[in-house]
């Protein structure tokens, strides 16, 4: 009670500042529907912006000097997709780890009955109310061109979404029985579709990536949604509208109109 009652407080004195000119720079340079948003909307994504900067624990990784810049496009596009989510679904993500580039992160694998020490390469992560480890390079990119179906922000925060309750299985809380229905027989056949369309080889709007897990299939139906949604709401009509209903927002409507 007393943790969210200064809570209220400390966020009370953060908005009752200016909000800082270079950060709507960065914004409207980095988060390619900021522009697009209603003033309302765009409000709200400024204040939330404040709010997910200052209660996260920042630490750059592998020598990496963390930026205004790099705060602001991160948190920028993880509160645009929250945007018309009830509550705060970030609240559990305590800590953003990013690295100047892809990292290396020990993995161990099985040969023939032995376990053989090794590498892998990553570029984010997602833990289970842990952290978000981010590359910058690839945040950079995929902000800097968007209109390809990849946003790495996206992907990771969306593991986070479908972690809300304690599976990550590909479906996040739903609010209602009907969506629930509506979610299981749209994703499932559409995740089929993709392994379908993956194992023959066939080029597809989504990452076949997603063609590894229902996980996958909704981090990257998630980041198709927002970088890519005119095409995604002519291929994949069902998958846009459900998406649509479920982070209430129309963002092919956004960008159609641009
Ligand atoms: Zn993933």
């Given at each position: 009670?007393?943790?969210?009652?200064?809570?209220?407080?400390?966020?009370?004195?953060?908005?009752?500042?200016?909000?800082?000119?270079?950060?709507?720079?960065?914004?409207?340079?980095?988060?390619?529907?900021?522009?697009?948003?209603?003033?309302?909307e765009q409000a709200?994504?400024?204040?939330?912006?404040?709010?997910?900067?200052?209660?996260k624990n920042w630490e750059?990784?592998?020598?990496?000097?963390?930026?205004?810049?790099?705060?602001?496009?991160?948190?920028?596009q993880a509160c645009l997709?929250?945007?018309?989510?009830?509550?705060?679904?970030?609240?559990?993500?305590?800590?953003?780890?990013?690295?100047?580039?892809?990292?290396?992160?020990?993995?161990?694998?099985q040969y023939e009955g032995w376990s053989i020490a090794g590498e892998s390469q990553r570029s984010g992560e997602a833990w289970y109310r842990g952290p978000v480890i981010l590359s910058w390079a690839d945040v950079r990119r995929d902000s800097r061109h968007p209109g390809y179906g990849r946003n790495?922000?996206?992907?990771?925060?969306?593991?986070?979404?479908?972690?809300?309750?304690?599976?990550?299985?590909?479906t996040p809380p739903l609010a209602s029985g009907e969506l629930r229905r509506r979610w299981h027989e749209v994703m499932t056949q559409e995740y089929q579709q993709l392994i379908t369309d993956?194992?023959?080889?066939?080029?597809t709007l989504l990452d076949t990536y997603g063609a590894e897990s229902e996980a996958e299939f909704f981090a990257v139906a998630t980041?198709?949604?927002?970088?890519?949604?005119?095409?995604?709401?002519?291929?994949?009509?069902?998958?846009?509208?459900?998406?649509?209903?479920?982070y209430a927002q129309d963002p092919a409507a956004r960008l159609a109109t641009n």
């Open positions: 009670m007393i943790f969210s009652w200064l809570r209220r407080r400390r966020r009370q004195k953060l908005l009752a500042t200016p909000f800082p000119a270079a950060w709507s720079t960065y914004l409207e340079k980095n988060v390619e529907h900021y522009a697009l948003l209603t003033p309302d709200r994504l400024r204040d939330n912006l404040r709010v997910f900067i200052a209660e750059g990784c592998g020598g990496l000097e963390l930026t205004d810049e790099m705060k602001v496009t991160i948190a920028g997709m929250a945007l018309g989510l009830e509550g705060e679904p970030f609240r559990g993500v305590m800590s953003i780890l990013v690295y100047p580039t892809s990292y290396a992160v020990p993995q161990e694998r790495l922000v996206w992907h990771e925060f969306a593991h986070q979404i479908d972690m809300l309750d304690r599976s990550t299985n590909g993956a194992e023959a080889g066939r080029a980041e198709c949604f927002f970088d890519c949604p005119v095409e995604l709401r002519g291929d994949h009509p069902r998958l846009y509208d459900l998406l649509r209903d479920y």
